[in-house]
């Protein structure tokens, strides 16, 4: 959609949302106001104006090859995009005459491209499971340690909320994602021969391109970036096998709070909160039983792909109302779940086996410690060996509402192999068995 404007500022959809929660606990605004903030956010028809999932993934989609270059960022209430919808559609009918499918597009060094440029985009923490199950689909192994070996170093070149300034239709004046992949081959840093939906390579598909404007202020080069080492880290420990932080959502407060200590840095310890699910969460945030404070981390099981069919959104957790009122807008968060890309919060997400898969943030107990080290990519809670091993598990699987919740359950697998359905990835090149009339 459209940028969003209030009062002279960029107002980006859904990221606003949590920052007018933050001013509403704060005591800033009053109800009007919040509606006031999230309605200015939508000006338009079309997907989140933010860096958020869906324009992450359109992002993606063009850098795998598998959209027209300069398709991704155009908004939907430009006339572009339904020029680029028929451009689109006459593409298609073209490359099946030609038998360019996509197995030949979806390659391993597209995926690896695609990797990079989410993180100079500052893409969603969505497109990590979603990358890997298309992989999956395609026949491709790709995995969370691929995102870290392949994307960690790779600096944040694009200034768009929620980690950055502007939005998306901006980002699409400023040059879109040919300027991104542009630089990003200048650099060495994206495989420039990789085949496109074209029939052509993206170096070949840049050289049809004429004169690409980009705005420095909102696409950055390489030499002078909005971040460095900004991508997606795969962490691991007695918590979990695997889980994911965007590098980028660490703006400076936080790392001043967690993570500057000299004598250890990149790492911090906190005191875990433990709720189960996101009802708790709001239900109990505020009691002050629960001794909130800074150095409290809140971690939220129940809300993988077993525990909350789909997985839900509700990892990055705000802290309680005083500490808001007290400037602490951040405090470090937990989860099996996932969380909006229109969130800039550094959370730890897709904690893979999830609780309901007997993971081991089903043992932690709130008043466990817990340390988080970016630096050796760990998080484990400081428990005794003997008494981890014996403590008891504890998740709770809902009832099914629907007969699809039942099956879902049955076959998903966990957000660190995608959530794709078991069994799902091994139907590939259907196209050489046509499938009977059923007329």
Known sequence: MLDGHYQGACVGSGTINWIAREKYAAGEIGVS?????????????????????????????????????????????????????????????????????????????????????????????????????????????????????????????????????????????????????????????????????????????????????????????????????????????????????????????????????????????????VFEGPEDYHKRINDPDLQVDEHSILVIRGCGPLGYPGSAEVVNMLPPDRLIKAGIRNLPCIGDGRQSGTSGAPSILHASPEAAAGGGLAKLRTGDTIRVDLKLRTVNAKVDVSTWAARESVYFIPEDQTPWQEIYRGLVEQLSDGGTVRGATKYRDTKRSVPRHSH
């Open 33 to 273: 106001d919040f509606i006031a903030l999230a309605a200015s956010s939508a000006p338009s028809i079309g997907h989140c104006n933010t860096m958020g999932t869906a324009l992450s993934m359109n992002c993606i989609a063009e850098a795998l090859g598998m959209s027209l270059p300069g398709c991704a960022s155009i908004p939907a209430a430009y006339r572009e995009r339904p020029q680029m919808a028929y451009a689109t559609g006459y593409r298609i009918v073209d490359m099946i005459c030609e038998d360019l499918t996509p197995s030949m597009i979806l390659t391993d060094e597209a995926f690896k491209n695609a990797i990079r440029l989410a993180t100079a985009i500052g893409a969603s923490s969505n497109c990590v499971p979603h990358l890997i199950a298309i992989a999956r689909h395609a026949g491709v192994a790709l995995s969370e340690s691929d995102w870290d070996r392949h994307g960690a170093n790779i600096p944040l070149l694009v200034n768009c909320q929620p980690v950055g300034k502007y939005l998306g239709e901006a980002f699409h004046k400023a040059g879109g994602v040919p300027a991104v992949i542009m630089e990003l081959i200048s650099g060495g840093l994206m495989n420039p021969s990789c085949l496109t939906v074209t029939g052509q390579s993206h170096s070949e598909n840049l050289n049809k391109i004429s004169n690409i404007y980009v705005n420095r202020d909102v696409i950055s080069t390489l030499s002078r970036p909005v971040k460095e080492n900004a991508g997606f880290i795969k962490l691991k420990g007695n918590l979990f096998e695997s889980a994911i932080m965007k590098v980028s959502a660490i703006d400076d407060e936080f790392r001043k709070r967690y993570l500057s200590n000299a004598e250890d840095p990149d790492a911090f310890t906190g005191r875990a909160v």
